[in-house]
């Protein structure tokens, strides 16, 4: 076989003038070569590059791979605004690659999270060479998981991810003056290291102090409720019928967006398009088959999957037959590989969500009980105060926060134990029971404030009485009167699990998951500038006339 051979900093003028660069893989001989794409903001020679997308494993597969730094970024021209550019940078990049000395016209786009996003923007800019996309554990929805979730702030990423890409920021603005970026770059650093020990604790979360101190471009919330326009330049929800491509989608369980790739997957079938989804046990940052406390086998880990390869190998392989010499995709068909936790097996559906799955409500009931029989008496409600000043500690769950938190299912005691969590608990189970779909949580519930947030978290208890979390939400409420029950539901997303004979399904409902959320101050205030907390007092009710449960999708067992 031919050397593959690599160019470095390949320029590509944008239409108003800026020079972006990327790094250019050919395979040997002559061509021509279908292409994938990449735009990131991380750095296009980034180790993360070689996991996500092996350049070199894709040139011998005969692809020719376009890695691009996004604007404003590293080896590329212009002033780095998360979001604004994308999807005309990316109309330009794609008909840019498309005619490089080689390249056979027609293009696709690989990559994870944000540049999981810069495919779907440049997909929506509708350049013609561009013929299928391959996004990764991406969002929908800004609003669904990257700027907020029911209402709160996603404060866990917001607040390294935006001094992280700051770092690349300084050096730009400093350039010219070494002292001045040494010393800002070490008060970044400090604020960077110093987010579990207090940083995150900064007020208000909704003007995060220390962006404001570094004067950094941030992930987006408080400029997106200034300029709703503007927060449309990454949002897919909504526009997915302007996307006429296939689509090859990844998630993960336990990934902060991991409700986004199942929508755009099931926004993308509706429209009738060809789309491919498969989801695993993983987290945002890792593929691998242990995540947080669990190990769920070797056949999770995505080099692996199950004897299928390496997922990168199957997503060649669909390329091939999206932009390649391959045998052509379906239009209207759809694969869908998901991971049903619990037994640790990789299943095929054709569809999601799953026909098959039927919603079965478990009731939140008196002394810590969860039954499928909703309460035929009166029973009193359960109480407990909320002080924002003392939240309940993130533990677990579909996060990407600063690396003393660890994502995935994890050991709830400490959380469990706490005075402002309630935990509702069923009998051991006398046989399997599968939970594959969404999951929501309804709660009739009262505050004396003016607002609060409720959380849900749904646990699978084991043998030994050891309580890992499955899944989560959080909703913010403004209460019409304090004090009044109001009905409450709580989005906690999808999953795929089977709750094992013996083990126990368990619902735990507070008012806080701190720093993945930010806390509510309990006040009203808006959140931009929100400094002054006050306790409140919480009530959920679980009575004949206000019942609050569980709704789980249950497969029935073949």
Same mark, same amino acid.
């Given at each position: 076989m031919a050397e593959i051979q690599i160019e470095f900093d390949v320029p590509a003028e944008m239409r108003d003038g800026t020079v972006l660069r990327?790094?250019?893989?050919?395979?040997?001989?002559?061509?021509?070569?279908?292409?994938?794409?990449?735009?990131?903001?991380?750095? /296009?020679?980034?180790?993360?590059?070689?996991?996500?997308?092996?350049?070199?494993?894709?040139?011998?597969?005969?692809f020719m791979v376009?890695?691009?730094?996004?604007?404003?970024?590293?080896?590329s021209e212009g002033e780095w605004e998360p979001w604004t550019y994308e999807e005309s940078d990316g109309y330009d990049t794609v008909r840019w690659a498309a005619a490089l000395p080689g390249a056979s016209g027609s293009v696709g786009m690989i990559g994870a999270s944000y540049f999981g996003n810069t495919q779907w923007m440049a997909a929506l800019s509708k350049p013609p060479e561009l013929k299928a996309i391959a996004p990764m554990v991406t969002w929908s929805d800004p609003d669904d998981g990257l700027w907020t979730r029911g209402g709160a702030i996603e404060l866990g990423i917001t607040a390294p991810w935006t001094l992280m890409m700051g770092a690349d920021a300084l050096m730009?603005?400093?350039?010219?003056?070494?002292?001045?970026?040494?010393?800002?770059?070490? /008060?970044l650093v400090q604020d960077l290291d110093g987010l579990a020990d207090g940083g995150y604790g900064e007020l208000p979360a909704g003007r995060f102090p220390a962006f404001v101190r570094h004067d950094l471009p941030e992930l987006g919330y408080e400029r997106s409720r200034r300029e709703p326009e503007w927060a449309r330049s990454c949002t897919v929800a909504g526009r997915h019928d302007e996307v006429d491509l296939p689509t090859f989608q990844v998630g993960g369980w336990y990934d902060i967006f991991a409700q986004g790739t199942l929508d755009n997957f099931t926004a993308m079938r509706r429209a009738g398009r060809s789309a491919t989804l498969v989801m695993g046990p993983w987290s945002h940052a890792s593929q691998q088959h242990v995540v947080g406390d669990v190990n769920f086998g070797f056949a999770a880990n995505s080099a692996f999957m199950g004897m299928r390869g390496r997922l990168h190998d199957l997503q060649l392989d669909w390329y091939q037959g999206t932009i390649g010499d391959g045998e052509a995709l379906e239009p209207d068909t759809g694969k869908v590989l998901l991971f049903v936790m619990g037994v640790n097996q990789w299943r095929e559906e054709t569809e999601w969500p799953l026909s098959r799955a039927v919603d079965t409500h478990f009731h939140l009931r008196a002394d810590g009980c969860l039954t499928p029989e909703p309460p035929s008496t009166a029973e009193e409600p359960d109480e407990f105060t909320y002080d924002p000043m003392n939240p309940v500690p993130t533990t677990g769950g579909a996060l990407l926060l600063s690396d003393e938190f660890r994502p995935g299912p994890l050991d709830q005691t400490a959380v469990e134990g706490r005075e402002d969590v309630l935990a509702f608990t069923t009998e051991p189970l006398a046989e399997d029971v599968e939970v594959t779909g969404r999951v929501r949580a309804v709660l009739f519930a009262a505050t004396d404030g003016p607002s609060t947030d409720w959380v849900a978290r749904l646990c699978d208890v084991d043998e030994n009485g050891v309580s890992r979390n499955v899944s989560d939400g959080i909703v913010r409420v403004r209460a019409a009167t304090p004090g009044e029950a109001a009905e409450h539901v709580v989005d906690l997303w999808s999953t795929s699990i089977v709750f094992r004979t013996g083990h126990r399904i368990r619902v735990q409902v507070t008012s806080s998951n701190f720093p993945r959320w930010d806390r509510n101050l309990n006040t009203?205030?808006?959140?931009?500038?929100?400094?002054?907390?006050?306790?409140?007092?919480?009530?959920?009710?679980?009575?004949?006339t206000r019942p609050s449960r569980i709704v789980l999708p249950v497969v029935p067992p073949a």
């Open positions: 990327a790094d250019v893989y050919r395979p040997g001989g002559t061509g021509p070569w279908p292409v994938l794409l990449s735009r990131l903001p991380y750095g /296009k020679q980034t180790p993360m590059i070689g996991v996500l997308l092996d350049p070199l494993a894709a040139a011998r597969r005969g376009v890695v691009q730094d996004t604007r404003g970024r590293f080896a730009r603005r400093h350039s010219t003056d070494p002292a001045a970026l040494v010393g800002s770059l070490g /008060k009203g205030e808006p959140e931009e500038n929100a400094t002054t907390a006050r306790v409140a007092r919480q009530q959920v009710f679980h009575d004949s």
